[in-house]
Each structure stands twice: as structure tokens, then as C-alpha cells.
Antibody, heavy 118, light 108 residues
Framework: QVQLVQSGAEVKKPGASVKVSCKAS????????MHWVRQAPGQGLEWMGW????????KYSQKFQGRVTLTRDTSASIAYLELSSLKSEDTAVYFC???????????WGRGTLVTVSS | SYELTQPPSVSVSPGQTARITCSAD??????TYWYQQKPGQAPILLIY???ERPSGIPERFSGSTSGTTVTLIISGVQAEDEADYYC???????????FGGGTKLTVL
């Protein structure tokens, strides 16, 4: 069935970078845009950016501009989120989500917990 | 920047109707979407394009719109509906997506 499988939890030190993967199965990765959304502990959802896997075009939230990079490996059907210069406030669950009807996010991965701690 | 405002919490007794509002501070002429999130789980798309329901979503979930306010309506609330609900829209002018702050639905 159609699903998004994300990589496992990460623990990073402040100032480091993290790269989270999201493998698409049951559909062609290049058929739909991929979004990334994060959720800090006890907080709401925060949109980070999206990528068109077909051509690699990206759009980032202004808040993360300069620190976030979205890439993909179409041969492996994997989308990636890389976040640099990590701070403790970046501790959150990071979700990938497949574009759906209109501007909806119709299918979500289960999330990857990234903990930033010294 | 474009913002969506939701009430932090809504409480309702089983079998009653819950209404969760989402107000926009501007009129980007974009559709609104609703998601349900239970603790420890990923969000699920409940309503798309203001009023449409994806396959598999129970009919008790519906959406309505009036001016700059959209409403998620849950008819005949069940205990399993206790969750956080988020509205979402997009500003296509700047290709930016935005979420409301979320509403915690408590079933009394």
C-alpha cells in the first residue's frame, strides 16, 4: 500500500546537522510534491517546506531559510530533510507528508524524533 | 504573514455535535483543510477543499465555510474522536503552507 517510511530517531549536539529520510512506497515519488512539517513537544504543527521530486524545485518557510535543505534520490524513492546549525529549540518530531488534493497533505510518515542536547 | 486562528480547546458530551472554528486574518482565496491527530500518531487528513471528505473518513465529519471562517463539524461525537484538530491552508502567492494552532477536543 501507499506509505511513507521515515528513518529512526536521532540525537544531536547543538551546532550539528541532521538528515532525515522518507522512503515512498506504493507510488512513484516523482508524482507528488513532498512536504516537511515538524512538531515540538506539546506544540502544534509547523510547516518547513516542500519539494517537487520530479524536478528538485524547493520552497522553504522563511523561518528555516538558510538552515534547511530538501533533496531526493529518485532511484531509491527517498526524500531527505537536512537541518543545520541545530539548537535545542529544534527538538521535535519531523514528518514528511505527500501532497494531495488541492494543497492538502494527504499521507504522512510516522515521524522522526530529533533531540538536540549537549 | 498569513495566520489561522483556532480555539485552544472544545469540550462536548458523547452524541453531541462539536464545532471547531478556524479564522483567517486575510482572504487568500485558498481552500482550508482539516487534520486529526491522536497522541503519538501522525496527522490524518479529514477534510479537503473546505468541505470534501477523503474516502474512509466517517460521514460524521464535515466542513463548512462562511466568509473568513471555516468550521469542522463532528456530528454524534464519539469517545474515539478525542484528539487534536488542525486547520491548514496555503498562500499560493508565496507558495507557503500554514497551520492553525490546533484545537484539543475533549469528549466529556
Amino acid at each position: 500500500q501507499v506509505q511513507l517510511v521515515q528513518s529512526g530517531a536521532e540525537v544531536k549536539k547543538p551546532g550539528a546537522s541532521v538528515k532525515v529520510s522518507c522512503k515512498a512506497s506504493g507510488y512513484d515519488l516523482t508524482d507528488s510534491a513532498m512536504h516537511w512539517v515538524r512538531q515540538a513537544p506539546g506544540q502544534g504543527l509547523e510547516w518547513m517546506g516542500w519539494m517537487n521530486p520530479h524536478n528538485g524545485n524547493t520552497k522553504y518557510s522563511q523561518k528555516f531559510q538558510g538552515r534547511v535543505t530538501l533533496t531526493r534520490d529518485t532511484s531509491a524513492s527517498i526524500a531527505y530533510l537536512e537541518l543545520s546549525s541545530l539548537k535545542s529549540e529544534d527538538t521535535a518530531v519531523y514528518f514528511c507528508a505527500k501532497d494531495g488534493p488541492g494543497t492538502s497533505l494527504e499521507l504522512w510518515g510516522r515521524g522522526t524524533l530529533v533531540t538536540v542536547s549537549s | 504573514s498569513y495566520e489561522l486562528t483556532q480555539p485552544p480547546s472544545v469540550s462536548v458530551s458523547p452524541g453531541q455535535t462539536a464545532r471547531i472554528t478556524c479564522s483567517a486574518d486575510a482572504l487568500p482565496n485558498q481552500y482550508t483543510y482539516w487534520y486529526q491527530q491522536k497522541p503519538g500518531q501522525a496527522p490524518i487528513l479529514l477534510i479537503y477543499k473546505d468541505t470534501e471528505r477523503p474516502s474512509g473518513i466517517p460521514e460524521r465529519f464535515s466542513g463548512s465555510t462562511s466568509g473568513t471562517t471555516v468550521t469542522l463539524i463532528i456530528s454524534g461525537v464519539q469517545a474515539e474522536d478525542e484528539a487534536d484538530y488542525y486547520c491548514q491552508s496555503a498562500d499560493n502567492n508565496i507558495s507557503s503552507w500554514v497551520f492553525g494552532g490546533g484545537t484539543k477536543l475533549t469528549v466529556l
